[in-house]
Structures are given as structure tokens and as C-alpha cells.
């Protein structure tokens, strides 16, 4: 079971360190697939700058981070404010899943 998570919520009902791990399993994945690595991303690095992903890398992403957190996101929404890091990332998605 997930740290600090209700098993009948999904990942609403995880807490913010297990938001970033899950977010970070699919940065290193992308990134793998594509040859490139995310060894060095730390949670506060901007991703698009860090280089480990590629334009195409950022969709599968963003598309990957709406199926799994369960939050469809405005054209608005999508920022580095507010998707630009993991640490974001992770403080988006339990900000969307109050709302």
C-alpha cells in the first residue's frame, strides 16, 4: 500500500512524497525509452530545461499525469508554474483533486 494512501481512492488518497515517486517512475521511464536519462532530475529542476525529455517526451507526460491522477487540465493550467517540476507536479495534482 501506498504511504499515507486510502487503497479505495486511488492516487487521490496519496500523500505528496508519493506523488513525486510516482511522477519521477514516469520521468525515468519516458526517458529511458527515448535514450535519455533523468538520473540527475531533482524535484525542484524544471524538467523541460533539465533536457531529459523531448517535446514528445513532455506530451506523453502530460497525457500519462491527467489518466493517472484523474484531472483533465486546461490549456491555461498547463505551465511551468504549474507542471514545470515534480515537486509542482505533485502539488497540482492534489490541488486539482480538491477542486
Do not use: H
Amino acid at each position: 500500500m501506498r504511504t499515507g494512501a486510502d487503497p479505495s481512492k486511488g492516487t487521490r488518497g496519496m500523500d505528496d512524497a508519493a506523488r513525486r515517486a510516482l511522477v519521477r517512475k514516469k520521468i525515468d521511464q519516458i526517458a529511458t525509452e527515448s535514450g535519455r536519462s533523468a538520473a540527475e532530475l531533482q524535484d525542484d529542476d524544471v524538467i523541460p530545461a533539465s533536457g531529459c525529455l523531448d517535446s514528445t517526451g513532455i506530451i506523453e507526460l502530460l497525457g500519462w499525469y491527467e489518466d493517472v491522477f484523474e484531472i483533465a487540465l486546461a490549456s491555461n493550467e498547463i505551465s511551468l508554474d504549474n507542471l514545470g517540476t515534480i515537486a509542482r507536479m505533485a502539488a497540482f495534482a492534489q490541488l486539482k483533486s480538491k477542486g
